[in-house]
């Protein structure tokens, strides 16, 4: 019995680790997002709901960057000072940071933000992380960064650490 539960605890340590390396899907870069992700609702601080692709029209004419996270995910607080570090070296005029959170609960949410002050813009996928954008993207590990040009399509597809140097560099150019 305890070589099997060995066994299965190895199984899911190795699974952990290869879902952070696992590379992003071709498609991301060569098309822009499908009707199925772009009419996903996605929930403002304000309550409002709006599709994912009234979001980009927001911000047309300006790269994004959006930080995939939760509350309840300790690599997605811990990696907050990288991601402050990186908005002070990059600046916020030319660039939206955008959080878009997996939390299914609403006050936890709004909690976190204000106990992490977390700066940008806020949105919330209700269902959490079953939905059409994070079967889209691929998503297998939180905190993830996409960047989105200014036209709204992905340049960066993947990245998990706000120091990723790929990442900090597509926002330098």
């Known amino acids: 019995m305890k070589k099997i539960s060995l066994l299965i605890i190895t199984i899911f340590i190795v699974n952990i680790s290869l879902a952070q390396n696992r590379i992003p899907p071709d498609y991301l ?17 304000d309550g409002e709901k ?16 959006i930080d995939f996270w939760a509350s ?17 070296q990059t600046g916020e005029d030319k ?10 609960e609403d006050v936890r949410w709004r909690s976190a ?3 992490f002050n977390i700066r940008g813009e806020h949105y919330r996928i209700e269902t959490g992380w079953h939905n059409t954008l ?29 120091d990723d140097g790929v990442l900090q560099r597509s926002l330098m150019e």
């Open 113 to 115: 933000i204000n106990r």
């Open 50 to 65: 709006l599709d994912f692709s009234d979001m980009l029209k927001l911000h047309t004419g300006k790269k994004i960057i």
């Open 29 to 45: 870069l060569k098309q822009d997002f499908p009707d199925s992700v772009r009419n996903l609702k996605i929930l403002k601080l």
């Open 134 to 162: 994070s079967n889209y993207i691929d998503l297998d590990w939180i905190p993830r960064y996409l960047v989105l040009n200014e036209a709204g399509r992905i340049i960066i597809p993947k990245a998990i650490s706000a």
């Open 95 to 104: 660039i939206v940071y955008v959080f878009i959170s997996l939390d299914k």
């Open 72 to 88: 309840w995910c300790k690599d997605c607080i811990v990696g907050l000072p990288k991601l402050d570090k990186l908005k002070q």
